[in-house]
């Protein structure tokens, strides 16, 4: 053992490799920048490299690469509240309130050394356990995976936002689309209208785009201003640093539970920063910053989501099974090599993986610094007028939107989402909650359904069920305090300020009656399957007609300062005030924009927008118009050609053959 | 991006100086005349990244590249979706017949296929196979269940056996089928993400019995038989010329289905069920996976590409490195890899009907 230890410290430490891995971050820094291409895209990249490489070189390349893409993936997550990757979800909830309030430099910087320290305790945690590990991932079985999505899902009463009924439906809402397409017991199909896309489940790179990203372009187009509101970018990135310093113990707790959840086959990557975020609201004292910039809402997803891609190499490396779509690539990057991952892997090979383990720690070093050293920079990005950086976000999002299926319906279902969640923003129905909810819908069933067929309910006294069974328990109990303790404060509160309260509240009431259906719906086609296919469902609506029942009865019939009752329309004054554009306005365009690319195509659809959006809202000169218009489409034209990625193609393209770049 | 003239006018010149030449003309020589110099060959693959099918595609990517004319760069473009018929369909609607789109295709696109899913709009028949790459199977169980070989299988009866299975139409259909044709009462339990989730829920103990392709047999399974925590039964067995069922050459020393099935049985298998399951054994594991051109694809094309494949395939680097990916079976290449497929993609109505019946009762599958 101790000579594998050497071997492999050589290696990694040798010129040759850290060339190689070097070369690998670079190229994971500039893809993962970009959202929705991620690791899989830089793969196709890598890919003609590797051959005829020695494998340790080869080896590097990948490591680097597969390293930090939850690294850079931040930028856009932080400056642009557009998720890049569904590992950064979370940071958009605290990293975007910051660069709005002109901190995002601190944000990044803040991000970034979190990262840095959840890849380097990932791999120092990797290290010892790695050699042990085997028994410990075969303890976790489908019972004790059904435990952990039920301790996510618990997450959701200190995410539910001031009215706990709104939050809970908000979450089976999106239990509700999570489980859109087959079954998982009986493959039968579920709310799919007959509809192919459907039949695959909706994306969760759209879902994350949808509502996050749309909503915040929509908010700040309306408010016609730069992201930042201060001119100042204010303290630098060094704050971020110290913050981190200050929440040492916060970080090294989320990098715990980064590297517990990535090494559990089968919960997948997209969960890990949820229940960061979640963990740090519940064990923070003053919570009423989260989700308004609270420093703590950055660090605890960063730290848990870098050191997840260490804990993701164990089942990889030794069971041969990816727990990540960056994972899944990084063992086909293996194969081709010629390494195996199996059991070899923490015997004759041992020297390989230590090499993978530390290489993976160099990576991050090299990545978050780097990105540290650029955030200063980068966060000027957000002192720029809104109206100009709107058109390239919004074809940036529908690329990246576009990449899940390179389906039209994936436009489709982004604009969709998109309005549902400007609605919940308005009405504020708790968006984290929805995407909960989603993110552990299909996870949760299967591993329940799977759970009572492998053990029947004898399940639930298996010891690791317990164990998880006792941490709920706490997570419920944090979550119920949390809500009494601010129930406390608002009763506190003498006079309840009229003016933010809606007093029209017919808006509010048919948005929750058109959930309500939704739920009916869902509980209608639950019906239509058999018992084994349509039972989650059924359970999940029938419990969340009763809920939203609630809702709307307090709506109706209670009292104008229920919590329950909220509409930013009025709580920001928009309603008063004729020189916000109305909501609708914006979605129109949208709308417009996926219209065209229906008809004509994205490259054509793309070009008019840009240039209309341009000329009509930033009011830019002709020239101006031309030349931004001009660089975007060469710009994102040269990258779906190289990533040999495909653009969205319109009924146009079908009927008539298009030269390139048209067709 | 394939509306270029000069591949077409390349090809025409091709055809006129072949004509020229008269009759004597080799076809040997008339591919030469193909040209892809500065192309860009699109490799569809129907599978995510990282897949085993992507793997075998961009195994084989750079090494066909060296060989074609001209040496094009292969690009593999991933478009998954709608368990692979997504990406197949594409390929049917758009590929140009000039030898720069390209499909491969794994038992995913040919189990819809052969089984009427309403997903499907592609047509096998109508494209030219250049390459079939098999691989086998083994079928191995638990210890506990106390059994040694094949030769115990008759124990097993009226025991419940569990089975954890990515659903009953994927690849799993092959051991459903076969352990219902030996009459063992099996319980699948499905959603499984792969088959390595299958092979983790068998080394927890969560399920008795479990089968795997032979890459992964090797690597991950072999330990744990060398453990006497899992105990092999059979290989799924490989097709002679004839069709027939013989011992797969990776495993000599493990009966085939027909053999397990005779020796728990005392009789060889024999009626519908057992002419289905070799169907779809075909279509699963003789020719898993196959490369394909578009239809009216012009013979100096596939002749072309055909070359190139097999140049790939007996090239030093491919032996060097093919057993790690493919395992050691031998790659059909230009016509018997179109016998493979013609083989594999045939079924009368007759047994269509059959197999949909019993996937209907058996699992609650709804055409």
Partial sequence: MIEAFLTALVTVFSGVHLLYLAGGVTLGLAIGIFPGLGGIAGLSLLLPFLYGMDPTSALAMLIGLVAVIPTSDT???????????????????????????????????????????????????????????????????????????????????????????????????????????????????????????????????VVGLGIFALPEIIDLLRQNRAISEASELGSGWLDGVKDLVRHKWLAFRCAVIGCIVGALPGLGGSVVDWIAYGHAVQTSKDKENFGSGDIRGVLAPESSNNAKEGGGLIPTLLFGIPGSGSMAVFLGGMVLIGLEPGPSMVGNNLDITYTIVWSLALANVLGAGACLLLSKWVAKLTTIPYALMAPFMITVICFAAFQATRDLDDLISLVAIGVLGVLMKRFGWPRPAFLIGFVLASGMETYLYQALQFDGIGFLTKPGVLIIGVLIALSIFFAVRHIANSQQELGAKPEVDNTSVPQNRMPQILFAGAIWLAFAYGFYDAMQRTLLGGVFTAGVCGLMLVLTSVVIFKLVKGNINDTVNFDSEVAEGYAFDRSVASMLHYVYWLVGLVVACYLFGYVISTALFFMLFLLVKARTSIVKTGVLTASALVFMLALAHVMVLELPRGLLQDAVNMPWPLG | MKSKTSPYSKLFKGAALGVACGIGLSVSAMAQAVDFSGERVEFIMPFKEGGGSDTWARFFAPLISEQLPGQPAIVVKNIPGGGSTKGANIFQQRAGNDGLTVLGTSGSTQFPYLLGDPRVNYEYKDWKAVLASPTGGVFYVSADLGIKSAADLGKLKGVEVKYASQGATSLDLIPLLAMDIMGLDVNAIFGMKGRGAGRLAFERGEVNVDYQTSSAYLTKVLPLVEEGKAIPIMSWGVLDDDGNLQRDPTFPDLPHFAEAYEMMNGKKPTGIEFKVWKTFFAAGFAAQKGLFLPKETPDEVVDAWTEAVKKAVASESFKARSEDVLGSYPQAVGKQAQKSFAVALDITDGDKEWIRNWLTEKYGTQF
């Fill in chain 1, 75 to 205: 930028f856009t997550s932080v400056l642009m509240g557009i998720p890049g990757s569904s590992g950064s979800q979370a940071t958009v909830l605290d990293g975007f309130p910051l660069a709005k309030k002109g901190e995002a430099a601190r944000a990044l910087g803040a991000a970034f050394a979190a990262s840095l320290f959840g890849g380097l305790f990932g791999a120092a945690v990797l290290t010892a356990f790695v050699l042990i590990a085997r028994p410990v991932i075969l303890a976790f079985g489908s019972a004790e995976l059904f435990m952990l999505t039920l301790l996510g899902l618990s997450m959701v009463g200190v995410l539910a936002g001031n009215s706990l009924v709104k939050g809970l439906s908000a979450c089976g809402l999106g239990l509700l689309l999570g489980s859109v397409g087959g079954a998982p017991a009986t493959g039968e199909f579920r709310m799919t209208f007959g509809n192919f896309y459907l039949m695959d489940g909706i994306p969760l790179v």
